[in-house]
């Protein structure tokens, strides 16, 4: 059969339409291809230097990172924020991606090492349920802590520490809740709801400085202590001139100290002519001077000779 010149042109025109139909879905084709196969990114936390284990992190410590999303964990940690200030539950190395669970909030749980504020040390003293309040203090109160001993012939109170920070008592280290009785009806738990739950009090670990270890621990070896509770509306400190003595509570005036040089000179007295034996001499006059007698001139007696318990003076011849 044979075509003629329009025919020839509408066949040509077809066969063009659909190769260009075809060109169209072959390249949409691949462009989606391409766009479903670029991978998508996420951001994760990494550390940036090696980090010890117990270690609270700080920010230099991380840095955040874009990753394939296909290939970060789903517990990754994505934002900075969210381990800055934590604690690392093991050694970290650099450019480790943190997800969940490398890290833990600080606190008790973690040792009290992470409670301790800067600057300050942990001290234990022991105690009982008088010099530990009752058992009314808890972790997070501030008490002052006063010395009792003996001095000399008297027994002296002295407060050594104020406002000092209780970081634990025996071994709570956090404040106990509130309505854990099992006592029955409204009443026992309104009373839960107000006291706390106390228990028999043995020590006490408080926050102070290495000056203030210094003075407890001597405090502790050389008497007793007392916790006294503060207000935590009262953080100011008052100004004790002096300790108290037994001495002041009963009124009395305490005896007088035997000064020890006069006591030993009380009992080995100077011979009467010290000054013979290189003492000081006597005294001189604060009287009136008055003229030295005169001298009386020796009288030659003569020789004196002995002869065994026989004695003879022999008088020179003029």
Request: charged content about 15%; overall charge negative.
């Amino acid at each position: 059969m044979r075509l003629n010149r329009k025919q020839a042109f509408g066949i040509a025109g077809i066969i063009a339409i659909i190769a260009a139909v075809l060109v169209y879905v072959v390249i949409t084709s691949q462009n989606r291809t391409t766009t479903t196969q670029a991978p998508q990114k996420t951001s994760v936390v990494v550390a940036s230097t090696n980090i010890p284990a117990y270690t609270r992190i700080t920010p230099g410590m991380v840095e955040v990172k874009e990753v394939a999303i296909n290939t970060a964990p789903s517990n990754a940690i994505t934002q900075s924020a969210q381990v800055v200030g934590q604690i690392a539950q093991y050694a970290i190395t650099s450019g480790q991606l943190l997800v969940r669970g490398d890290v833990v909030e600080a606190g008790p749980s973690q040792g009290l090492t992470f409670v301790i504020p800067k600057g300050r040390r942990a001290v234990t003293v022991a105690l009982d349920a008088i010099s530990g309040v009752g058992g009314f203090v808890q972790p997070g109160d501030r008490v002052d802590v006063l010395a009792t001993f003996e001095s000399d012939e008297m027994t002296v109170t002295k407060m050594i520490m104020q406002n000092t920070e209780v970081l634990a008592m025996n071994t709570q280290t956090g404040r106990p809740k509130a309505g854990n009785s099992e006592a029955s009806g409204d009443s026992g738990a309104a009373r839960d709801a107000e006291s706390p739950v106390t228990e028999a009090v043995k020590n006490a670990t408080l926050a102070v400085t290495p000056d203030e270890a210094q003075r407890i621990i001597l405090a502790a070896y050389k008497g007793s202590l007392h916790m006294v509770l503060r207000s935590r509306e009262d953080p100011n400190g008052v100004h004790l001139m002096i300790a108290t003595t037994d001495w002041q509570l009963m009124g009395i005036e305490p005896p007088c100290p035997v000064d020890e040089t006069e006591e030993e000179q009380g009992m080995y007295p100077p011979p009467v002519n010290a000054w013979q034996m290189g003492y000081a001499g006597p005294p001189a006059p604060t009287g009136p001077a008055t003229a030295a007698p005169a001298a009386t001139p020796a009288v030659d007696e003569g020789i004196v000779i002995l002869r065994g318990s026989a004695r003879e003076v022999v008088t020179p011849t003029q």
